[in-house]
């Protein structure tokens, strides 16, 4: 048998070079003794850094042993400890002190204190303590991402089997804390009077107490007798066996439901059902409700999501409501049923094309309950629904759009179904004109500036009541769609006249339709207005052009102190555009009712053009923006620090509009409008706008051709108002916190997808109010005077934590004209590390509801819940 070995020494400073010598002599003598005992070790190769402090039992030898036998160890084990690591040739021991660490292939064992045989090829770990009496250095096992944790520790490298004490072994979001465990060959771990938990504290604050049981590493946990306990209190909750999936994929399972009293639907179980994994890109769920005075619900909702291409999810509900009881005068009985579907494409998976659908279609009454629905669908009186698909091409101006669009009134019952719109678009671009004059030489000419715009609109336009929109009706509702084509074309330039900027348009467009009205008289004189299936076009334009330019104006102050400076912008606008007389009516006598029917042939077309009078307005418009320049009372220092300035916003935009019929009979003048922004304070922002007449009024509160400074001496006369300020207002973020840009990609997707759902404990509170005003001018016949109708209200939106993990949350308002709440929501959440619990309530109002849930956080036991739900009349815990 061929040996070598290799001794490397590395010594600093002056010390002498004896205690090399005298250490490498018992190296040697040792290694001797040790492969006269052990010629099972040879093939082994254990290896430490080769720095070597100044005494004999020391950290950092290098040690390498090389043989030509593989009967043991067929790869290299390393080993090092920060104190110091001690040889026993006697024993055939190596013992490693302070954060000793052991290799072994894709195994690492990191303690305070290891002590390792190479007779046995184990290794024995354990903590040790501190001066204070803690367990410091509890040995750590990593195996392929397992990670195992202990008080005592021995594994055999060579059989790999393992024993140890008080071992803490994580499977996923399982928890396994073993008095006695050990590991077998295969990986295997049996586990004796053994604790099974979700929660990550030194000492849990719940657990599984189990007698015994198998744990298979990405597999599955199987356990004998099993009882829950919180702390160290047994609650009587207990199974005679238990089986737990640890695999890293999601698993087929039963969704135990919640339950409670819904008053007059009764008692009920809630959204218990099936959950199904199809493939690692979706899953769906099977749901069911049962009431016990007959009414059901079942609902399937299915995610899915293929990352850096697409997701979404997919809703469907049907629910068969009984409320109250057959035999009662008051019992009624609807079916109704529910459609979501929410797809999104990854920007990035095709830049050019694009496609995104979001679906909200049903029966009018599927959210007039308080169990199914969540209070913002519950106030919701419109549900609106769009697919839509995008394409571009590039190098081209052009992009099509595909799309399909619903509308929904809950309350009327009416629905607007768009299907299908294509849209055929060329983005401006500016005519090469002096390419097609020939005259390439000298520069750009003022007609190079011409853009030129285009674009074409298909629809087809269903709207019709929903009670009519059945399978049997499919006929008829094809025969009263809408159809038509819109083309739009548009000329456009911008040109430089000193310090006024020119802006000439003109503005063309033609309707086609496929069905026309038309009025026909039969043999019998009578007449009739039918539609036919004949194309019909017709045609408006419009032709503009406005100056507008700015006037700067700067007030300095030098000898305040604290204002130096107010600048005033204005920015006019003056324009004309010309529209020609256009009117498409029909007129027909009806002998029998002596009336004139008004009608158009694009009445059944989905693009009707409208009538117009001739227009020549004179447009014109007024912005003002008003800053000051003040003295910046945070800047400190000396010099330029001292005299540092900041702007600040008095006036954002103020701008008062209107226009002038140069060729109208009377009544030249439109109405003023007036609209303001400005931001009061850094959160607090004011928006104002309002609606002015110029012209007096007969008995009838009609416009007469008089203006008010002419009979009443003022120049306008207040017909609107409204104003709103909103105000947004939050605490710092809590120092240490993370706040939301430092979660990775997809946690932040989720937060962003359930934004209302999030509970931020970073920032310790928040606070969303809105005022609005509201004033209306009516004029009063029996008095000549004009009434106001004022409308005041309050809505604010807020949160604050109140203890540790304590976040309450509240969603409301105040109508100050009517002196009564608006529809108000409720929230607590209490975050129980572990555990979490959330509290819901609507205390008035026709919903009036609570629901509470304590539960487990982790998925693995999202079933092990405590939940009440219930209204006015009574619940069920």
């Not at 593989?70 to 190596?94: G, L, R």
């Not at 959204?271 to 609902?299: A, E, H, Q």
């Not at 509702?477 to 000329?491: D, E, M, N």
């Amino acid at each position: 048998m061929a040996l070598m070995l290799k001794i490397n020494l590395c010594m600093s400073g002056n010390k002498t070079t004896l205690y090399g010598i005298i250490l490498a002599l018992l190296l040697i003598m040792g290694s001797f003794s040790v492969f006269s005992q052990t010629e099972d070790l040879a093939d082994s190769l254990i290896t430490t850094p080769n720095s070597v402090p100044d005494t004999l039992s020391t950290s950092n030898v290098a040690l390498t042993v090389d043989s030509a036998s593989t009967d043991v160890i067929n790869a290299s084990i390393f080993y090092d400890a920060k104190d110091s690591i001690v040889f026993d040739a006697m024993q055939n021991k190596v013992f490693l002190y302070g954060e000793a660490v052991v290799k072994y292939q894709t195994m690492e064992l990191s303690a305070a204190y290891i002590e390792y045989s190479f007779g046995e090829n184990m290794a024995c770990a354990s903590s040790v303590l501190d001066t204070a009496g803690v367990k410091i250095g509890k040995p750590q096992m990593n195996d392929n991402g397992q990670q195992f944790t202990q008080d005592y520790l021995c594994y055999n490298f060579k059989t790999q089997k393992g024993y140890s004490t008080m071992s803490v072994t994580q499977e996923g979001d399982a928890i396994f804390i073993a008095e006695q465990s050990k590991r077998q060959s295969n990986e295997w771990i049996h586990i004796r009077k053994g604790k099974f938990t979700t929660c990550d504290a030194e000492n849990p604050h719940y657990h599984f107490h189990l007698s015994k049981a198998i744990i298979i590493p990405d597999d599955k946990v199987v356990s004998g007798p099993l009882y829950l306990k919180v702390r160290k209190v047994p609650l009587p909750l207990g199974l005679p066996f238990g089986w737990f999936p640890t695999k890293n994929e999601s698993s087929h399972g039963i969704i135990l439901p919640g339950y409670g009293n819904a008053n007059n639907l009764g008692y009920f179980l809630k959204d218990g059902g099936y959950y199904i994994p199809i493939g690692r890109n979706i899953d769906t769920r099977i749901l069911g409700d049962i009431y016990s005075r007959g009414s059901w619900s079942v609902k399937n909702i299915t995610n899915y999501k293929k990352r850096y291409k697409y997701s979404g999810n997919f809703n469907i509900s049907r629910t068969v409501l009984k409320n109250s009881i057959p035999e009662l005068p008051d019992f009624t009985k609807s079916t109704e049923f529910f459609i979501r579907w929410t797809h999104n494409q990854d920007p990035k998976s095709r830049p050019n094309s694009r496609f995104s659908a979001n679906i909200n279609f049903g029966t009018s009454n599927n959210f007039r309950n308080n169990l199914n629905s969540s209070q913002s669908d519950y106030l919701t009186n419109t549900f609106t629904s769009s697919v839509q698909w995008n394409k571009s091409f590039p190098g081209t101006p052009y992009n099509l759009t595909v799309n399909g669009r619903h509308t929904q009134n809950s309350s009327t019952g009416n629905v607007d179904l768009l299907l299908p719109g294509v849209t055929v678009n060329r983005t401006r671009r500016n005519l090469p004109i002096s390419e097609w004059l020939g005259k390439t030489v000298g520069g750009k000419k003022w007609y190079d500036q011409i853009g030129f715009s285009y674009s074409a609109n298909y629809e087809n336009l269903l709207s019709e009541n929903q009670s009519l929109i059945r399978w049997d009706e499919a006929p008829a509702l094809i025969r009263r769609t809408q159809s038509g084509i819109r083309h739009t074309a548009a000329l456009s330039s911008q040109a430089k006249m000193g310090f006024v900027t020119f802006t000439p348009s003109f503005n063309y467009n033609e309707y086609w339709s496929f069905k026309s009205v038309q009025a026909s008289t039969d043999d019998l004189g009578d007449t009739s207005i039918d539609t036919l299936s004949t194309f019909s076009a017709a045609r408006d334009w419009r032709v503009s052009g406005s100056f507008n330019t700015r006037f700067y104006g700067t007030f300095n102050f030098r000898k305040a102190k604290n204002l130096k400076a107010i600048r005033h912008v204005l920015t006019p606008q003056v324009g004309v555009a010309y529209v020609p007389y256009m009117n498409r009516d029909n007129y027909l006598y009806d002998d029998a009712t002596g009336e004139v029917v008004t009608y158009s042939a694009f009445d059944a077309a989905r693009f009707r053009p409208a009538n117009s009078n001739e227009q020549f307005n004179l447009n014109f418009s007024l912005a003002n923006n008003l800053e000051m320049k003040v003295r910046d009372r945070s800047a400190t220092g000396q010099g330029s620090k001292a005299n540092a300035t900041k702007k600040q916003k008095i006036i954002e935009n103020f701008l008062i509009s209107g226009r002038y019929n140069m060729i109208a009979d009377s009544l030249n003048l439109s109405d003023i409008s007036m609209r303001g922004f400005t931001t009061l304070w850094k959160n607090v922002t004011l928006n104002v706008n309002s609606s002015h007449s110029a012209y007096d009024r007969d008995s009838l509160g009609r416009n007469i051709d008089t203006y008010l400074a002419q009979s009443q001496g003022r120049l306008l006369r207040l017909n609107r108002v409204n104003a709103a300020v909103g105000m947004n207002l939050r605490s710092k973020n809590k120092k240490g916190e993370k706040d939301m840009s430092n979660v990775d990609e997809q946690t932040l997707e989720a937060v962003n997808q359930n934004r209302r759902d999030y509970v931020d404990f970073t920032v310790p509170w928040s606070l969303n109010l809105n005022y609005t005003l509201g004033l209306n001018r009516t004029f009063q016949t029996e008095t000549q005077r004009d009434s106001s109708i004022l409308t005041q209200s309050v809505l604010f939106r807020g949160d604050v934590t109140i203890f540790t993990k304590w976040k309450i949350g509240i969603d409301s308002g105040y109508d100050l004209v009517a002196r009564e709440f608006t529809p108000t929501t409720i929230n607590v959440y209490w975050d129980l590390h572990c555990w979490e619990m959330t509290f819901n309530w609507i205390p008035f109002g026709i919903r009036q509801s609570f629901s509470i849930q304590l539960n487990v956080k982790s998925s693995l036991l999202q079933d092990l819940k405590l939940q009440a739900r219930g209204g006015p009349g009574g619940f069920l815990f």
